[in-house]
């Protein structure tokens, strides 16, 4: 995975204003994490230490689906999104950009379709906003 996550992957959470278009009815959380399972921001609606255990799990998830993509047609075959549904909630995760996934916890009394459609909408904003992070020189963060 490229340095620029690892970069946003410390304690600060400095994208997390971007997630909070996903705010509604129904949302427990949501997580913006590197396909490699590194927490880059999460919203408030979870403590940091649990959006690094969801980042993690979350990418194994997505790994998950990509060892079934021959079964909807060939190996080549790329994960839009998964969808979980538990007992209690949902775990919707999302391609969000080059090496950036979405993740997003919900309770069951929420609208799927619009949760889907909010991240599909994020989803496209986030490559430009994680491609424009100011860096230091040095390789060691955000400034």
């Known amino acids: 995975m ?4 690892a970069q946003v992957a410390d304690g600060r959470n400095n ?3 971007l997630l909070k278009e996903l705010d509604g009815p129904g949302v427990r959380f949501a997580v913006l994490l590197s396909d490699d399972g590194m927490r880059i921001a999460h919203s408030e609606g979870v403590a940091v230490a649990d959006a690094e255990r969801f980042a993690a799990a979350a990418s194994g998830l997505q790994s998950l689906g990509k060892a079934l993509s021959e079964f909807c047609g060939g190996p080549s ?3 839009r999104q998964n969808m979980t549904e538990y007992d209690e909630g949902m775990i919707f995760i999302t391609a969000a950009g080059d090496g950036a996934l979405l993740g ?3 309770t069951t ?3 799927v ?3 889907a ?5 994020l989803a496209a904003r986030v490559g430009h ?3 424009s992070e100011p860096r230091r020189g040095d390789g060691g963060g955000l400034t």
């Not at 459609?117 to 909408?121: A, G, L, Y």
């Open 2 to 5: 490229g340095s620029r996550h």
């Open 15 to 17: 994208l997390g204003w």
């Open 77 to 79: 075959n790329a994960v």
């Open 104 to 106: 997003v916890s919900t």
């Open 109 to 111: 009394a929420v609208d």
């Open 113 to 115: 379709g619009l949760v």
């Open 117 to 121: 459609h909010r991240m599909n909408q």
């Open 129 to 131: 906003e994680l491609g």
